[in-house]
């Protein structure tokens, strides 16, 4: 759980880069600290290795602490690694992601920012600029100038440029901490050095700098401190002839670099390069199948992992996956180039991308089964090599079906853990592209088409199913052809028409069934059919096929598509005159949504509890709730799809509340909710519902009939549609996968 004043993933303590003790630096972190509370754009340079990020995470961690001796309140704070990010078209995707931040919308990512940021105190640090110094500067200038309680920590080797900018070189340490660093970073190698002559000559060469200390500490498991300072005099003398234009502290680590790439054996130079293709972290797996072959065993790379461990080249953190592995940019780059100049650099990013692909259809099969929130959390571990992976699909040539393949197969990550945007983003590029691959489009139509359904862009949805439609017919594929069904069907649902969406949706379910095709989409197919259903009146068949979709995902351990399908039987229940059942299924519907970072089925419990609450007798928390829900569907689009079927409940819950309070006690109730992000909005649902029972009010009344269902909620009054007599669309075959791609 993130503290109160977090946005960032790592706000309950410091990221990896951490791990270390932080030597020296203490007058460095206080300057850094008065600087920030002076101006508003605050730049830390030096060389690479110097030690920017560090100090940056230290000063970060101070300023979201606050100083209430002085008054000083505490704030947000949010880092973003930009190193990974090679494309600048996908910073701002990357700033949302670091700052945990959901948008459902067809906003671009600049405006969620904007958006979620405003009237917040935050300290946004972006560490490592550098190569995207335009597009971050851009960026930079914009948000400050619009969001006045925005403070920005930037590092890089250089200065963005912006008019206010407060530039705060950061130098190499002195020679008693640069002393200090060294001989505790042999001490973590078990190595015990004093601080004599020779230890402080090497510290002197190495100018101090952080990461050429503890590149040189490393070796001290295999050199002693006079042996390690001669090999550093004959690095130095072979490397005097180049770089003369370069400054003196960047030749000092281009040769500390370069100095521990030469006492590399052949094996760890040839890793080194290799593990250049990554982006971000990488598992130990990963690394045999990208790394392995032509000099290089995949049962020699722990190995020879192990050793470049404990040269400190690679650096190893811990993930809620399992143990995980970087390098830093500095050092990774120094790689990428020896790997470019062995020529060698295409065929392992190509491997990389096969690694990566496989890694995605795996996730793609898993998501339906009780590995499902594994799934989720290593998706999200991986995404910066997904990037990646993606990025070399869409520019190399005759790769292009390979790019839609993985675009479409990542469509749980895009709609069941909240990155639609980032994931509209890359199946509209890829399918800009040509492909002989027929499925591979076909699949990133139809996702595509899913996508800006939950956007609510109807017009490319529809644009997108069709063409998935009359290819898929053309091309006899009869599984497109069942989910481009689906999702028109699905877009009917949220766009008010019922008689359609159920027959497109019936339709779909059958050819799922022929087909054999079971997963989670076909779920949510059945559960879809089964809000159709409820609006029209016939809660009973709405609750046999929510049953049965509750008992297949039960069966396989499936947590997102269960979710929803509580949801229908919640509203049920509501129906029928059991608040307390209801309150006990959205609790489980919210928190796994939650779970997923699924804002829709987030929001769309949040809103039902609010009409629950105000039946139980809290008025007051049911408008709070209600503003909580408010804040959070800008970004998802239009409040409950703008439907009028969706709609009613919210409307009755406002009328009852607003009845019980009066029109300016609600208004300020709902204000109050508005004022929770989304963590605390779904903390307070969730806490709200462990309190003791409150005695319920007298049912409301409205467009709901409890009960018997006699009126739909929407539909003519006296009218219930008839029972739906066909079987769940649940197969004997029980497939798992979408197989469209």
């Given at each position: 759980m993130r503290g109160p004043h977090s946005c960032a993933p790592w706000a309950d303590g410091d990221p990896p880069l951490e791990l270390t003790a932080f030597v020296g630096r203490s007058a460095e972190l206080a300057e850094l600290t008065a600087a920030l509370g002076q101006a508003r754009l605050v730049t830390v340079t030096g060389v690479g290795g110097v030690g920017k990020s560090r100090l940056a995470v230290r000063v970060a961690a101070r300023w979201a602490s606050g100083d209430p001796a002085r008054g000083v309140p505490a704030a947000d704070r949010g880092r973003v690694e930009l190193a990974p990010v090679r494309d600048p078209q996908f910073l701002e995707y990357a700033v949302v992601e670091a700052l945990g931040l959901t948008d459902h919308t067809?906003?671009?990512?600049?405006?969620?920012?904007?958006?979620?940021?405003?009237?917040?105190?935050?300290?946004?640090?972006?560490?490592?600029?550098?190569?995207?110094?335009?597009?971050?500067?851009?960026?930079v200038a914009e948000?400050?100038?619009?969001?006045?309680?925005?403070?920005?920590?930037?590092?890089?080797?250089?200065?963005?440029?912006?008019?206010?900018?407060?530039?705060?070189?950061?130098?190499?340490?002195?020679?008693?901490?640069?002393?200090?660093?060294?001989?505790?970073?042999?001490?973590?190698?078990?190595?015990?050095?004093?601080?004599?002559?020779?230890?402080?000559?090497?510290?002197?060469?190495?100018?101090?700098i952080p990461l050429a200390l503890e590149l040189a500490a490393g070796r001290l498991r295999a050199l002693s401190p006079a042996q390690l300072l001669q090999r550093l005099d004959d690095r130095f003398r072979l490397l005097t002839g180049g770089g003369r234009d370069a400054l003196p502290r960047h030749q000092t680590l281009r040769t500390a670099i370069g100095w521990s790439h030469e006492l590399c054996t052949p094996a760890e130079r040839l890793l080194w390069a290799r593990l250049s293709v990554f982006a971000g972290t990488f598992d130990l797996e990963a690394a045999e199948y990208v790394c392995s072959g032509d000099g290089l065993s995949a049962e020699d790379v722990l190995d020879v992992l192990s050793e470049l461990l404990a040269q400190s080249v690679v650096s190893r953190e811990e993930a809620p996956t399992g143990p995980r592995y970087r390098m830093l940019e500095t050092v990774r780059a120094y790689g990428a180039h020896w790997l470019e100049a062995t020529g060698d650099a295409v065929r392992l990013?190509?491997?990389?991308?096969?690694?990566?692909?496989?890694?995605?259809?795996?996730?793609?099969?898993?998501?339906?089964?009780?590995?499902?929130?594994?799934?989720?959390?290593?998706?999200?571990?991986?995404?910066?090599?997904?990037?990646?992976?993606?990025?070399?699909?869409?520019?190399?040539?005759?790769?292009?079906?390979?790019?839609?393949?993985?675009?479409?197969?990542?469509?749980?990550?895009?709609v069941g853990c909240g990155r639609l945007s980032e994931g509209r983003r890359w199946l509209e590029r890829s399918l800009e592209l040509d492909s002989a691959y027929e499925q591979s489009r076909l699949k990133a139509l139809w996702v595509l088409g899913y996508v800006a359904i939950l956007q609510g862009d109807t017009v490319p949805a529809l644009r997108a199913l069709r063409a998935c439609r009359?290819?898929?017919?053309?091309?006899?594929?009869?599984?497109?052809?069942?989910?481009?069904?689906?999702?028109?069907g699905c877009l009917a649902l949220v766009t008010d028409d019922m008689a359609r969406a159920e027959t497109l949706l019936r339709s779909a379910l059958d050819r799922y069934r022929e087909i054999g095709e079971l997963n989670s989409n076909v779920l949510m197919g059945q559960v879809e059919l089964a809000m159709a259903r409820a609006f029209q009146g016939d809660l009973p068949d709405a609750v046999r096929l929510c049953e049965d979709v509750r008992r297949v995902c039960e069966d396989h351990g499936e947590r997102w598509a269960r979710s929803y399908a509580l949801y229908v039987l919640a509203y049920a229940a509501w129906l029928g005159g059991d608040p307390a059942g209801a309150r006990v299924l959205l609790a489980d519907c919210l928190d796994n949504a939650h779970a997923f970072r699924d804002l829709l089925g987030s929001v769309l419990s949040i809103e039902l509890l609010a009409l629950v609450t105000v039946t139980q007798g809290d008025p007051v928390e049911a408008a709070v709730l209600q503003g909580?829900?408010?804040?959070?569907?800008?970004?998802?689009?239009?409040?409950?799809f703008g439907s009028a079927y969706y709609n009613a409940p919210h409307e009755q819950c406002a009328a009852a509340a607003r009845q019980a309070l009066g029109d300016a006690r609600y208004a300020q109730c709902v204000r109050e909710g508005a004022e929770l992000d989304r963590e605390a909005a779904v903390a307070r649902a969730l806490r709200h519902g462990e309190v003791a029972a409150l005695s319920a009010l007298p049912a409301p009344r409205g467009p709901v009939a409890r009960g018997g269902g006699e009126t739909g909620t929407q539909g003519e009054p006296g009218k219930r549609a008839e029972a739906g007599k066909r079987e769940p669309a649940a197969s004997p075959t029980r497939k798992g996968g979408e197989t469209a791609g």
């Open positions: 067809t906003r671009m990512p600049r405006e969620t920012l904007l958006g979620h940021l405003a009237g917040r105190r935050v300290l946004l640090v972006l560490d490592g600029f550098e190569h995207l110094v335009t597009a971050c500067a851009d960026l948000l400050l100038r619009k969001l006045p309680e925005l403070r920005v920590l930037a590092t890089g080797r250089r200065p963005l440029g912006l008019a206010g900018e407060r530039l705060f070189p950061l130098a190499p340490l002195g020679e008693d901490d640069a002393v200090e660093l060294f001989v505790d970073r042999a001490r973590a190698q078990g190595v015990a050095v004093a601080d004599g002559a020779e230890v402080r000559e090497v510290c002197r060469r190495l100018e101090g990013r190509r491997r990389h991308r096969d690694w990566y692909l496989g890694l995605a259809t795996w996730c793609e099969l898993e998501w339906f089964s009780p590995r499902q929130r594994e799934v989720a959390a290593r998706v999200d571990t991986e995404l910066p090599n997904l990037r990646t992976a993606l990025e070399f699909c869409l520019t190399e040539p005759d790769e292009a079906h390979l790019g839609q393949y993985l675009a479409g197969s990542l469509w749980f990550c895009w009359v290819q898929a017919e053309r091309s006899a594929d009869p599984t497109a052809v069942a989910y481009a069904e689906h999702r028109t909580a829900a408010g804040r959070l569907w800008p970004s998802i689009g239009l409040p409950l």
